[in-house]
């Protein structure tokens, strides 16, 4: 029984845990704090998996990763690299593409919640319901903070790159 | 690139370090935590009964109202008369022994005398049924009456030894009241009896527990004291037939009577 499982969780680990761990990363800007941050996620799923089964397991990973990430940042365990302006040259090396990390930058820039709401809706292409079951709070609040994060995106986007 | 909330899409994509969790790892982990909530979870409930049964403890340790500590009650709740000996008290020494030492004794004189009777069949029957069902733990012995019918002796044997109730009748002239105060301390008792009167009139009364000499024998009376002059005496003994003696010494027995003194009150109440 138990090592059915196992079993189940690996297949789903396999197929979920590297993008998790990028939406993590869009959430945090941190790749170790990412793996960080997935991984305790799907730790908590495992540890519900035989009540959480395949078919919501999706949502509720979604909803610790979130939580998590949000609570991280109530502690004041903000152990990504906040970024007061965002560069004018894009990290990440030659290699990197410039436009991808300078939006990267400026979302980093956005409040946490704000920031939470921007991610679970277009990074991770969820609709306002979903998005409002992962964080827990009604669709008007997703589409108000939406907005709000969306203009704290803009306003956080280098003047230069906005107009190019 | 435009600043578009579907730009946003694009950063799933791109580089990316290589992962290093593994799927062993987190099922390692996924177990202990489910480890540590069970653990959790048990050590609440273990607190929580623990709590319980302690406060349970603690209630049923706890210092009772004396009604209830004492769920078996010994003493009878009669008044006692309000009557006072004539003599003052005078120590008796009954050894070192409890509660044979510390007793005293008001001795009395010109008492009105009552002359004693054979004690008839039928009250020895009403006290004997009146006994067993006073005293049903205890081993109730015959009617034995070496004394020309005058006093009539019964054995009482439980676990602490054998002691003895007896017998008498006799008759007196007045009131029962009047009879009654009369001899309230013809036991050379320094405390008064207690005394209950029931709705026929009959007076009974409970004697305190007095020390017999010369050899130390423990001695508690009722006497009973009906409207039409009859005088039942019931005596209990702290000794049985077999601390007799050559027929009459009586040597001593047990260290406590066979009944207390609220077991006395209702076998009296019983054949008054």
Redesign the interface.
């Known amino acids: 029984m138990l090592r059915v499982r ?1 079993e189940e ?2 297949e789903f ?2 197929a979920r ?3 998790y ?3 993590a ?2 959430l945090c800007g941190n ?1 170790s704090l990412a ?1 960080e941050l ?2 305790e996620s ?6 519900r ?1 035989s009540k959480v089964r395949t078919e919501t397991a999706d949502a509720y990973l979604r909803t610790v990763l979130t939580r998590t990430f949000l609570d991280t940042k109530r502690r004041g365990r903000a152990r990504e690299h906040s970024v007061a302006e965002v560069p004018d040259t894009p990290v ?1 090396g030659e ?3 410039p ?2 990390e ?3 930058a ?2 980093l820039g956005v409040p946490p919640g704000q920031r939470a709401v ?2 679970l ?3 991770a ?1 969820l609709s306002v319901e979903e998005a409002a079951a992962a964080l827990g709070c009604s669709t008007g609040t997703v589409k108000s903070q939406t907005a709000r994060g ?1 203009a704290a ?2 306003a956080a ?1 280098p003047e230069s ?2 107009s ?1 | ?3 578009d ?13 290589a ?3 593994s ?1 062993t ?3 390692r ?3 202990r ?2 480890y540590v ?1 069970v653990a959790r979870t048990s050590l609440i409930v273990v607190l929580v009964v623990g709590m319980v049964a302690g406060s349970l403890n603690w209630l049923q340790s706890a210092p009772m109202p004396p009604a209830v500590l004492r769920s078996v009650p010994t003493e009878v709740d009669w008044p006692r008369v309000d009557l006072r000996p004539a003599s003052e008290p005078q120590r008796l020494d009954g050894g070192e022994v409890e509660p044979l030492k510390a007793l005293y004794r008001c001795p009395v004189s010109g008492e009105p005398q009552v002359g004693y009777g054979e004690v008839s069949g039928a009250l020895l029957g009403a006290t004997r049924t009146a006994v067993t069902r006073v005293l049903p733990k205890t081993k109730i012995g015959y009617w034995d009456a070496p004394t020309a019918g005058i006093t009539a002796d019964l054995d009482l044997t439980d676990s602490d030894g054998v002691g003895s109730l007896s017998v008498r009748s006799a008759t007196f002239t007045g009131s029962p009241i009047a009879a009654a105060d009369a001899l309230a301390f013809t036991d050379s008792n320094c405390e008064p009896p207690k005394r209950h009167i029931t709705e026929d009139g009959t007076v009974v009364q409970v004697y305190p527990m007095v020390l017999s000499e010369p050899i130390p024998t423990l001695t508690m009376r009722a006497r009973i004291f009906r409207p039409n002059g009859l005088l039942v005496v019931l005596e209990v003994r702290n000794s049985g037939s077999i601390h007799v003696r050559d027929g009459t010494e009586r040597q001593p027995g047990r260290p406590t009577l066979p009944m207390t003194e609220l077991q006395l009150a209702q076998l009296a109440v019983w054949v008054a």
């Open positions: 196992d969780f690996a680990f396999s845990f590297d993008t761990r990028r939406i990363h869009a790749w793996e997935a991984q799907f730790v908590k799923v495992y540890a998996w990440g290699h990197a593409v436009e991808r300078v939006l990267r400026a979302l921007l991610v809706r277009f990074v292409d969306l995106l803009r986007y790159t906005r190019a | 690139m435009p600043v909330e579907h730009a946003l899409r694009e950063l799933l994509d791109g580089p990316a370090p992962g290093t969790t799927v790892e987190v099922v982990l996924g177990k935590l489910v909530r």
